[in-house]
């Protein structure tokens, strides 16, 4: 069963951007599509997007659209989210995910990391 292990969370300002890391083991990411979640206090998980197992093609949610980007390395067994322009509402644990997949209106995966938090600054 795959590990995932997030890393790269921490504290920054409004503006200011910052990369995670979502690294696997005991299995491979290569066949997975990956997604990124996140939870901010008091509220539901939410999906941020996804990349197939490829990287062939990327889904961001309205919230992410422009600011974030996911990307794969499948030799290094690791996913990314790079986010850029990043503002207080970013403010959340942070969730790596394999195999995303839709559910009627929702977004799930089977395969969970830790999370890290996130904290930005106003």
């Known amino acids: 069963q795959v590990q995932l292990v997030e890393s790269g969370g921490g504290l920054v300002q409004a503006g200011g951007s910052l990369r995670l890391s979502c690294a696997a083991s005991?299995?491979?990411?290569?066949?997975?599509?990956m997604g990124w979640f996140r939870q901010a206090p008091g509220k539901e998980r939410d999906f941020v997007g996804y990349i197939t197992w490829s990287g062939d093609r990327t889904y961001y949610t309205d919230s992410a659209k422009g600011r974030f980007t996911i990307s794969r390395d499948n030799a290094k067994n690791t996913v990314y989210l790079q986010m850029s322009s990043l503002k207080p509402e970013d403010t959340a644990v942070y969730y790596c995910a394999a195999e995303v997949r839709a559910s009627g209106t929702r977004w799930v995966a089977s395969f969970w990391g830790q999370g890290t938090q996130v904290t930005v600054s106003s």
């Open positions: 005991g299995g491979t990411l290569k066949h997975y599509t």
